[in-house]
């Protein structure tokens, strides 16, 4: 992310912590914008890190969660987090853990897809998303729908955090360029909906599995559009 990088390039900035990391995805990113920085990765998810470490081996990374951050306050000089708002469970809580251990004036960076003002590609991924983070729900896993854009920014303000600037960060890339990745997508769905034939929600969300199909070979599948927000302590 270009932004990110002619952000901080004349920065200094010494230690680094990713909140959410899974497999380590923005990490990449942050390494890009922060070259000689130590950072530092948390997620509750052990096979995530497991990845994560495997191409990030010099990134020190902890199993814990968001919500808790056992790590010293008044810390690192940027803590991000990527594409994980919508999987906590107190999203005020973790946004108020990641100022704790920010140092003053120190910078905290949120990327997270939103849900408004998609085009019809990214509406068919809204889709997909949704029906998955349902079904997290009913088996009582943490997964909320993708939030609107402005709900992110107003619930990064209300946390404390002065916003300096946010962009918006998209790959239009159609990813179910043939059948057979569409196939893998509807495969996918209907595993996951076995996991629910027992709940009364079950045959109510069973018919969104073709209706994705047809939507997905009409429109396409691309990712959501992200706003990235960079925010001082």
């Known amino acids: 992310m270009k932004q990110l990088v002619d952000f901080f390039q004349d920065k200094k900035v010494k230690k680094v912590l990713d909140v959410g990391t899974g497999s380590g995805n923005f990490l990449a990113v942050l390494k890009s914008a922060c070259p000689d920085a130590d950072i530092t990765g948390i997620d509750p998810n052990s096979e995530s890190l497991k990845e994560a470490a495997e191409k990030f081996p010099e990134v020190r990374l902890k199993k814990m ?30 946004l108020k853990e990641m100022k704790r251990v920010t140092k ?47 709900d992110i920014l107003k ?59 047809i939507n997905a070979e009409k429109y396409g599948f691309q990712s959501a559009t992200r706003v990235v927000i960079v925010g001082k302590n």
């Open 65 to 94: 969660s968001a919500e808790n951050i056992e790590l010293p306050e008044n810390y690192f000089d940027v803590t991000a987090i990527s594409m994980a708002l919508h999987h906590l469970s107190d999203v005020e809580g973790a």
């Open 155 to 213: 619930t990064v303000e209300d946390c404390g955090i002065d916003i300096l600037f946010h962009f918006e960060y998209n790959k239009v890339v159609n990813t179910v360029l043939t059948p057979e990745e569409l196939a893998a997508r509807v495969k996918k769905m209907k595993e996951r909906i076995e996991t629910i034939n027992h709940f009364s929600e079950y045959e109510m969300l069973k018919p969104q599995i073709e209706q994705f199909r």
């Open 104 to 150: 003053p004036n120190g910078w905290i960076i949120v990327s997270e897809l939103f849900s408004d003002n998609l085009n019809r590609a990214q509406e068919v991924h809204k889709m997909y998303h949704h029906f998955g983070s349902r079904i997290d729900r009913i088996l009582g896993v943490s997964h909320n729908k993708s939030f609107k854009k402005n």
